[in-house]
Antibody
C-alpha cells in the first residue's frame, strides 16, 4: 500500500525557518515526481512546489519562490521542503503528494506567529 | 495561472438524490500527449484530499460507481447519482496540465 508520512511542522516566528519531510513507502519512489501542496485554515488547496525523479528539475509557486527549496533523497525515499523567511500567510497544513496525486500524506501543520 | 472555477460553491442535497458540480478552466486542459489531467477530489472534514476521478472520467479504485466525471476542453462535471451520508465534504477539481497546477475553490456538499 502506498503511503506518505509528513513531519517537521510546528510553531515558528515570522522570519524563521522549518524543514518538512515526507517519507514514502509502497511504491518505487525514484520513479515519480513529488509535490507539496498547502491548505491554509478553512481555505482551499494551493500547489507549492514539485520536483522531478532525480531532483534535477524543481518548480515553485510565485508566492514561495526564493524562500522555499524542495529536495529529495531517493536512497531514503524522502522528499523535503526547506522553508525560510516564513510569513504569517505561510500558515497552513502542508501535504506531500505523489505525482498523479493518487496518494497524499496526512499533512503537517505549520503555524507562523510571534 | 489557469483559474479554475466551480459552481455551485455550496450544495445541500437530499439523501438518495443526484448532485452535480461544474468546473471550468480559463484555458484548455488538453495536454500535449492528448490526455486531459483534470481530476476530482473529495475532502472529508479533518482528512486529506482523496482523488475520486482522474483524467476527466476515470474512477479511482474503491470509488463507488455513483461517482462519475465528464467533460472536455475547459468544461467539466462531477456527478453523484444518489447522494449518501458518507459523501458529505468538499469537492475540488484540479488541473495538472499547466504549471502551477491549480485547484478550484471547492464545493461544499452537505445533507439537507
Amino acid at each position: 500500500e502506498m503511503q506518505l508520512v509528513e513531519s517537521g511542522g510546528g510553531l515558528v516566528q515570522p522570519g524563521g525557518s522549518l524543514r518538512l519531510s515526507c517519507a514514502a513507502s509502497g511504491f518505487t519512489f525514484s520513479n515519480y515526481w513529488m509535490h507539496w501542496v498547502r491548505q491554509a485554515p478553512g481555505k482551499g488547496l494551493v500547489w507549492v512546489s514539485r520536483i522531478d525523479n532525480d531532483g534535477s528539475r524543481r518548480d515553485y509557486a510565485d508566492s514561495v519562490k526564493g524562500r522555499f527549496t524542495i529536495s529529495r533523497d531517493n536512497a531514503k525515499n524522502t522528499v523535503y521542503l526547506q522553508m525560510n523567511s516564513l510569513r504569517a500567510e505561510d500558515t497552513a497544513v502542508y501535504y506531500c503528494a505523489k505525482d498523479g496525486v493518487d496518494c497524499w500524506g496526512q499533512g503537517t501543520l505549520v503555524t507562523v506567529s510571534p | 495561472d489557469v483559474v479554475m472555477t466551480q459552481s455551485p460553491l455550496s450544495l445541500p442535497v437530499t439523501l438518495g438524490q443526484p448532485a452535480s458540480i461544474s468546473c471550468r478552466s480559463t484555458q484548455s486542459l488538453v495536454y500535449s500527449d492528448g490526455n486531459t489531467p483534470l481530476h476530482w477530489f473529495q475532502q472529508r472534514p479533518g482528512q486529506s484530499p482523496r482523488r475520486l476521478i482522474y483524467k476527466v472520467s476515470k474512477r479511482d479504485s474503491g470509488v463507488p460507481d455513483r461517482f462519475s466525471g465528464s467533460g472536455s476542453g475547459t468544461d467539466f462535471t462531477l456527478k453523484i447519482s444518489r447522494v449518501e451520508a458518507e459523501d458529505v465534504g468538499i469537492y475540488y477539481c484540479m488541473q495538472g496540465t499547466h504549471w502551477p497546477f491549480t485547484f478550484g475553490p471547492g464545493t461544499k456538499v452537505d445533507i439537507k
